[in-house]
């Protein structure tokens, strides 16, 4: 651990997450691509499943959930998605903390998963062990967890938040005159303190795809095309946040899309996202936000390997084999459901 003298505050020190390269899958001839959609959609409607991507996976797979009856959505709404839903199987392309939440949400339902090995830096980086132990030594604070953690770490929580909601529900504890604890993403946590100074302290987390996003290698774009809005997802980095005209969650980026008046946009977030983006606004030009730069790793290239594993491929063979199934205890399930139903109550009171 290590101290931040400023506010007199000990650190953890997070585990280093190992980045998986990006992976390759077989190409597909269009008659194959065909085949395998094809078979998809029948062992979709064979064993009563419903397919549910999120806006980061292959747009393949996000168009197939689409036309199987499925959903396309940030992480919140896909497990939403799931409580209405009659399917009695749900398979979740996207990373495992989306699984595991839609299996939190609905217990009873059986739920799949193209790869279990499909992960996140931000849960990888939260390991439960250590997280409780920060909590418990700061156990007069509210603890507020982003949706990109592990069951066990939205077990321990007060809030689960999702990047949508963060900022009403901070400010309502704010004004409550409550101190937070807040956990996993550094820059999503500073953002909504910024604008709610609110009494926070935060885990040293951060997403490796918006991490690397660079701010002056984003200014030299923005004067190549000084028309163009720039849109950019709370996670990354402060001084990428100051340059954009829009900051939000996935849902949010692509609603500017659609309604902004500008025929250009500048995207920092995830290029999976494109694919939607490019349905609502067909006729629009989409151009990724840079990821090079002095000090750029360019781990991500706006993409994120864990998304990338899922695919096509390994999503009939799980539907074949029934491999790949999201297990949370109910006793687990429990406690966690209690801090994502409160975000959802009051996600609901605010929209009244």
Request: include cysteine; aromatic fraction near 6%.
């Given at each position: 651990m290590i101290t931040d003298s400023k506010r007199k505050l000990i650190i953890p020190t997070i585990p280093q997450v190992i980045v998986p390269p990006h992976p390759e899958w077989p190409p597909l001839s269009p008659q194959e691509l065909k085949a395998l959609k094809e078979k998809v959609k029948m062992l979709l409607k064979q064993q009563n499943a419903v397919l549910v991507a999120h806006y980061y996976t292959d747009g393949t797979l996000q168009d197939l959930a689409e036309e199987t009856g499925g959903c396309v959505a940030d992480s919140l709404e896909m497990?939403?998605?799931?409580?209405?839903?009659?399917?009695?199987?749900?398979?979740?392309?996207?990373?495992?903390?989306?699984?595991?939440?839609?299996?939190?949400?609905?217990?009873?339902?059986?739920?799949?998963?193209?790869?279990?090995?499909?992960?996140?830096?931000?849960?990888?980086?939260?390991?439960?062990?250590?997280?409780?132990?920060?909590?418990?030594?700061h156990a007069d604070h509210i603890v507020v967890v982003y949706a990109n953690t592990s069951a066990k770490v939205k077990a321990r929580s007060d809030w689960v938040v999702t990047s949508g909601i963060a900022l009403p529900i901070i400010r309502h504890l704010s004004d409550q005159g409550k101190k937070i604890l807040w956990a996993p993403d550094k820059h999503l946590g500073h953002y909504v303190q910024k604008l709610t100074g609110a009494d926070m302290i935060f885990w040293p987390g951060s997403c490796v795809v918006h991490e690397e996003f660079r701010a002056v290698a984003l200014e030299r774009l923005r004067k190549i095309h000084p028309d163009a809005a720039i849109l950019v997802h709370p996670e990354s980095p402060e001084a990428v946040i100051a340059q954009a005209d829009v900051v939000g969650s996935t849902t949010a980026l692509i609603n500017a899309v659609a309604t902004l008046p500008n025929m250009e946009f500048i995207v920092a977030t995830d290029k999976g996202i494109f694919n939607k983006m490019r349905q609502v606004a067909p006729g629009k030009i989409l151009l990724e936000a840079p990821t090079v730069g002095e000090g750029a790793t360019c781990q991500s290239c706006a993409n994120c390997p864990w998304m990338g594993m899922n695919s096509?491929?390994?999503?009939?063979?799980?539907?074949?084999?029934?491999?790949?199934?999201?297990?949370?205890?109910?006793?687990?399930?429990?406690?966690?459901?209690?801090?994502?139903?409160?975000?959802?109550?009051?996600?609901?009171?605010?929209?009244?």
């Open positions: 497990a939403r998605f799931g409580t209405t839903h009659p399917a009695h199987t749900l398979v979740v392309a996207g990373v495992r903390f989306m699984g595991e939440t839609s299996k939190i949400l609905n217990n009873e339902k059986r739920v799949l998963m193209p790869d279990l090995g499909a992960t996140c830096s931000l849960d990888e980086g939260c390991p439960y062990e250590l997280f409780a132990s920060f909590c418990d030594q096509l491929h390994n999503l009939a063979k799980v539907l074949e084999t029934g491999e790949n199934e999201i297990l949370v205890s109910a006793e687990l399930a429990d406690k966690a459901r209690i801090p994502i139903l409160r975000m959802l109550d009051f996600a609901a009171n605010l929209k009244k």
